[in-house]
């Protein structure tokens, strides 16, 4: 697809587009119009298994709100959508006071592991059929780690990680050799079980990759 300018919409104080983003259709044809560039309702509807006058629908929707937007067509008779923006952000903690706040989260978290499902079944596929060089399959990566951190660490990790990620993209821009790579991050914290000695522990130093593996 054509590389769009980096641009973001900032989703913390705008309780209209959250409750609008809550749909995961919605979510789900933004997601595609950012990855694979213009494309049609009717394209969508065949990529999603929907219906193209629910596809459009939801454009419209999108587009009311500033997600979406009508791009170039290639002829008279059609009507073209393209993502408004590269990234959407918001900020967690304000987010969480805004109406509709908590259940735009989990809907896109949910539609993020939705998302990495469907990544790692083209991955594999694409792998299988020889359209990625045999180099990816030492360098892609699907790991999980169960770490102790502080909130503050938790979050400065987060930072640290989405500005390497930038670095990296910047530095590999324009190289023939350059894939489009997805990269899925998380950091969720869960309490520890009532009845364990360590539930009321707040410090510790016994942090560990729970799993460190490749795909495949």
Known sequence: MP??????????????????????????????????????????????????ASTSYHLRVLARHGFVSEAAARDARERRWQAAHTLTTWDNEALLDQPGGEVFLATTRRQQVDHLGRTLDRHEADLAAG????AWRAAAHLDDYELRLTPASAAGLCREFAA????????????PEAARVVVVTAALPVAGHPDSPRAEESTGADAGPAQDGETP
Request: proline share 8%.
């Open 3 to 52: 590389e769009q300018p980096s641009s973001r919409i900032d989703l913390t104080h705008n309780p209209a587009a959250l409750k609008a983003l809550t749909h995961p259709l919605r979510v789900r044809l933004l997601g595609l119009l950012r990855s694979e560039g213009p494309a049609t309702a009717s394209e969508l509807a065949a990529t999603t298994g929907e219906t193209s």
């Open 131 to 134: 359209r990625l060089a045999p």
């Open 164 to 175: 390497r990620a930038a670095e990296l993209a910047a530095r590999d821009a324009g190289n």
